[in-house]
């Protein structure tokens, strides 16, 4: 089968390696697409993911595909069913898996980072985490339940009612996702801050986004209830706390560098009794993301950017392919 491995850092190549044989208790899944995201990137850079990728290794975490074979104790996909695949995959026996944190796994692995991913025809992966789509979410769309559910996860860990107002800071495709959620979510106000006015635009004519700030050139009123950190940067960061009223709730779902830090006034934590709160991966989320998806309260299929092919991932990767909101790769017709 055809595969794209990742062979060392910023160095990747397309290789026809064996396909992989089920274990009992495995699924062996055809990839119809797999999604490109800033985890991605940074393994191609040499930097962690939510674990290590050691090459040689094929990338690909967001997938879906079809189901082309099943191990002997696998009764809850059968052959040619259309799937989506959490990779994230969890021992149970560490301390925190055995207090109901299975994110914070001592032992975490997962496809695409640990084990050979989707960025190939075929990958495999235990049935506990492949999960059948319903007829009406398309293939493209359910590559992006990773990142969907990753997103509800850190909803779950916030306490979102309707009478909030809410910003999202962050115009990549994971903010765009936080736009739609919080309104699914029934939070009554969306605001949202970015640095591409095409992209602030579309997000206010489409999807009923009240107020726009161009986070280059504009001031962010201290006006929210919930923040939304989206991008991982210390002066979005930085914004993030500055945009709360009192009692509010700000999430750091961007991802930083790992020796980065950001600035705050402490007193004003204290003061206006501030929540902020990190959100990692994404445990017990699939489910609602893929309802999200069947329901149509969530529309990503407007948010992809690019659609490409094995060969041209790395040029997504290294930044020559300019303008990605998302892009995903097609592996298999």
Do not use: W
């Not at 940074?42 to 674990?51: D, K, V």
């Amino acid at each position: 089968m055809k595969a794209l491995v990742l062979t060392g850092t910023k160095k990747m190549e397309i290789q026809d390696l064996a396909t992989p044989e089920v274990k009992p208790n495995e699924v062996l899944v055809n990839t119809a697409y797999a999604g490109i995201c800033g985890t991605d990137r940074a393994l191609y850079a040499g930097l962690p993911g939510s674990a290590d990728a050691v090459p040689p290794i094929v990338l690909g975490h967001e997938n879906s595909g079809i189901v082309a074979a099943i191990g002997s104790d696998v009764t809850n996909v059968k052959v040619g069913d259309r799937v989506t695949v959490d990779p994230n995959i969890y021992c149970g026996q560490c301390e925190y898996c055995r207090t109901d944190r299975p994110e914070l796994c001592d032992n975490l692995s997962a496809v695409g980072v640990t084990r050979d991913g989707g960025l190939a025809e075929s990958f495999t992966a235990p049935s506990s985490v492949v999960y059948p789509i319903p007829d009406n979410v398309s293939l493209k769309a359910a590559a992006t339940t990773e990142p969907i559910s990753c997103a509800v996860h850190g909803m779950t860990l916030l306490n979102v009612k309707p009478y909030q107002k809410a910003l999202v800071i962050g115009d990549g495709f994971m903010g765009q996702l936080f736009v739609q959620l919080l309104q699914a979510y029934g939070v009554h106000q969306v605001d949202f801050a970015g640095i591409v006015d095409e992209k602030l635009a579309f997000n206010k004519e489409k999807f009923g986004v009240v107020n726009t700030f161009n986070t280059t050139r504009d001031s962010i009123p201290a006006d929210y209830d919930v923040v939304i950190e989206a991008v991982g940067l210390p002066q979005t960061q930085e914004q993030a706390v500055e945009a709360t009223k009192k009692g509010a709730q700000v999430l750091m779902f961007g991802v930083g560098k790992p020796n980065q830090t950001f600035s705050m006034n402490t007193y004003e934590v204290y003061q206006k009794q501030l929540k902020i709160q990190g959100a990692f991966i994404n445990p017990y989320a699939f489910e609602d993301g893929i309802a999200l998806l069947s329901s149509g309260q969530l529309d990503v299929e407007s948010l992809i950017s690019h659609e490409v092919s094995l060969e041209q991932v790395e040029d997504v990767l290294n930044g020559k392919v300019a303008g990605v909101s998302k892009a995903v790769v097609k592996v298999n017709d």
